[in-house]
């Protein structure tokens, strides 16, 4: 059974940065394909990256500020955000897409994320 938990949000100015983590249990990192969502209020969720063996990807606004990284050993995925903007306040969700086995994307809880001075 897959199992996502998040951590590491919070209240940061504008130009910090944050670590996002997510503890991935019943995910095979070598196979499966991570990813780190962002929905803000009254906008729709929407892809910051994702990462598996083949691809790491961002979206625009995240190129260059963001980094999706994965520690096997801990079958932890991370996001390294820097230059934080307001805009990017939202809540942060990790994802793991599975097309193997149990099929479908599974998501953890979230964790707010909010860039204000």
């Known amino acids: 059974q897959v199992q996502l938990v998040e951590s590491g949000g919070g209240l940061v100015q504008p130009g910090g940065s944050l670590r996002l983590s997510c503890a991935a249990s019943?995910?095979?990192?070598?196979?499966?394909?991570m990813g780190w969502y962002r929905q803000a209020p009254g906008k729709q969720r929407e892809l910051v990256a994702m990462?598996?063996?083949?691809?790491?990807n961002y979206a625009d606004f995240g190129e260059g500020r963001f980094t999706i990284s994965r520690d096997s050993a801990k079958n932890t995925v991370y996001l390294q955000m820097n230059s934080l903007k307001p805009e990017d306040t939202a809540v942060y969700y990790c994802n793991c897409r599975r097309v193997w086995g149990e099929r479908g994307d599974y998501w953890g809880q979230g964790t707010q994320v909010t860039v204000s001075a």
């Open positions: 990462i598996n063996d083949e691809h790491t």
């Open positions: 019943g995910v095979i990192l070598s196979v499966d394909t």
